[in-house]
């Protein structure tokens, strides 16, 4: 197992050569005979074991025996106690969850501030064959039968192509002492389940089993990466990036066979999960809307408009004062001010010339609200801004992020859209105040 193991590094995992590795170790046989292998490997290795409080005098003895072991091969070791049914009470998870949660968090601050390149786990291929029965019988779309990833971020597993059987040989052949969490032998939970009264009955039946599993995974992960590949070029054609949202195409989406797969992919990322939701809004009246955790998806004509709740949440919305003697601002937008005695300029959307004398300071920069009103120029009276909106074809989020100038209680300027005419300049105008919006 130690050749088959150095070999595997070097032909798949190359990157851990030469790299501080964090092993997380528990003491069960996998950890242990992982930490042997790679300590004989001369791989630069230190322990992080996690001490969950819930097996008592079980936990402690685990935490001192994995102490000798780090003692014995002069290995650094990381050593932490969790409250761990209180945090499962506190967030409201499964024990196991909450063990899981508790110890990648630590694993990571451990690597951030001790500066080590990679986390190791234990996992194996009966693990794989055991999350693939889980997720099988729960319902999952093709990643949840892919197994668990060799490489995710920093987190690798480089025991996946080998079975329990193997460890638990290569550790009683070189007189390997571990440490047994009776919890293990518990059908209480699903996964021993799966372990204790499943899997024995798939390899009598096919004593091949982790062979022709792994075959199958192989295959399964070939054909996602075709899909992943797909879903790619998918993004190329339909996804418009804009500074904080995604623009998506409707039309080139209803082209497509079977669109609400390819929602699935597209989405996924973004936590939204009613699919049927997502589907019809491909249909639906421009405005309607849904959400998920993360994101909402917004329906406006030709696009879907995605776009980050946080990053909403994040962005303040305030009644910003302008003085007379202020050049520009900076924030929420950024207005340079600029004073002259001719005119020198025609207006744009982007740039406006105002009488200056007809302004009433402070002006005022806010967002838009329903009621606001303005006198464009070129038409008698006056104009609802969601009238102008509606003519003008605004997405929902170009209303929502529409400022205005304005001075005392009348707008002067749409700003970057269109100025009121009750502030244009005349002959008889002396003094000229230029607002530009710099992008």
Not at 82 to 91: G, I, L, N, P
Not at 170 to 188: G, L, M, P, Q, V
Not at 336 to 341: G, L, V
């Amino acid at each position: 197992m130690l050749s088959r193991l150095d070999l595997h590094i070097l032909k798949d995992l190359p990157f851990l050569l030469n790299k501080k590795l964090l092993l997380a170790i528990s003491g069960g046989v996998d950890s242990i005979v992982m930490l042997y292998l790679l300590h004989n490997l001369k791989l630069d290795i230190s322990i992080a074991h996690c001490n969950f409080q819930l097996r008592g005098k079980e936990s402690d003895e685990d935490e001192n025996f994995i102490k000798n072991v780090a003692s014995e091969l002069q290995i650094p070791i990381y050593i932490q106690s969790f409250e761990t049914e209180k945090y499962a009470k506190e967030k409201q998870l499964s024990i196991q969850m909450a063990a899981r949660e508790l110890r990648y968090n630590w694993f990571q601050e451990i690597a951030e501030s001790e500066e080590f390149s990679y986390i190791l786990t234990a996992h194996h291929l009966d693990d794989v064959l055991e999350t693939f029965l889980i997720n099988f019988t729960r319902g999952t779309g093709l990643e949840g039968l892919t197994g668990i990833p060799e490489i995710n971020e920093n987190i690798v597993r480089p025991l996946l192509p080998f079975s329990r059987e193997e460890i638990l040989k290569y550790a009683k052949e070189n007189k390997i002492e571990w440490r047994e969490d009776k919890s293990n032998a518990s059908t209480k939970y699903f996964r021993n389940k799966i372990r204790h009264q499943i899997v024995p009955i798939l390899k009598e039946l096919n004593p091949n089993l982790l062979d022709s599993f792994q075959n199958t995974i192989d295959h399964l992960n070939n054909s996602e990466h075709i899909i992943l590949n797909e879903i790619e070029n998918l993004k190329k054609e339909t996804f418009e990036y804009e500074d904080d949202y995604i623009k998506i195409e409707i039309q080139k989406l209803l082209s497509i066979s079977n669109v609400k797969s390819y929602l699935y992919y597209l989405l996924k990322e973004f936590g939204f999960t009613s699919w049927d939701d997502v589907f019809d809004l491909l249909t639906a009246q421009s405005g309607k809307q849904i959400f998920s955790k993360t994101h909402r998806l917004i329906k406006d004509r030709e696009y879907l408009l995605l776009i980050s709740i946080q990053k909403e949440q994040e962005t303040p919305n305030p009644i910003i004062l302008i003085s007379e003697s202020d050049v520009s601002i900076d924030f929420p937008i950024r207005l340079i001010i600029d004073t002259f005695s001719e005119k020198k300029l025609i207006n744009t959307p982007q740039e406006i010339l105002v009488d200056k004398d007809l302004l009433k300071f402070p002006l005022t920069l806010r967002l838009w609200k329903e009621g606001d009103y303005f006198c464009p120029i070129g038409m008698g009276g006056k104009k609802k801004l969601s009238k102008y909106f509606k003519d003008e074809k605004f997405s929902i989020l170009e209303k929502e992020r529409t400022y205005v100038l304005c001075s005392d209680e009348a707008i002067v300027w749409i700003v970057g859209k269109r100025m009121d005419r009750r502030f244009q300049t005349t002959k008889l105008t002396t003094n000229f105040l230029k607002i530009k919006l710099n992008k």
